[in-house]
Nanobody, 121 residues
Framework: QVQLVESGGGLVQAGGSLRLSCAAS????????VGWFRQAPGKEREFVGT???????LYAISVKGRFTISRDNAKNTVYLQMNSLKVEDTAVYYC???????????????WGQGTQVTVSS
């Protein structure tokens, strides 16, 4: 079992930056692939990006070049650095982990509770 806790969300102006953290406990996190997803009000949850256990990354087109995912296995934490934020980035952001799956679908076995990111104009 893996427990995930997101943090770092908040209110930021358009053009600003935030760094989200996804802290894991319970198992050896370094062996897990981690995905970031987001869900805006009234919309379906959508893929943001993912990082494999070997630190390979993949991003949604909408965030590529602005968002960066990294991991610090010593701290059991994965980060989502978000730069040049836009109003349309406003959503609840979730991290998810899986020992086998890495992709854009919500097939990850473990999920956090989410953290709110609000970007104002």
């Amino acid at each position: 079992q893996v427990q995930l806790v997101e943090s770092g969300g908040g209110l930021v102006q358009a053009g600003g930056s935030l760094r989200l953290s996804c802290a894991a406990s319970g198992r050896t996190f370094s062996n897990y692939n981690v995905g970031w997803f987001r869900q805006a009000p009234g919309k379906e949850r959508e893929f943001v990006g993912t990082i494999s256990w070997t630190s390979g990354t993949l991003y949604a087109i909408s965030v590529k070049g602005r968002f960066t995912i990294s991991r610090d296995n010593a701290k059991n934490t994965v980060y989502l650095q978000m730069n040049s934020l836009k109003v349309e980035d406003t959503a609840v952001y979730y991290c998810a982990a899986d020992p086998n799956y890495q992709g854009a679908r919500d097939r990850y076995a473990y999920w956090g509770q989410g953290t709110q990111v609000t970007v104002s104009s």
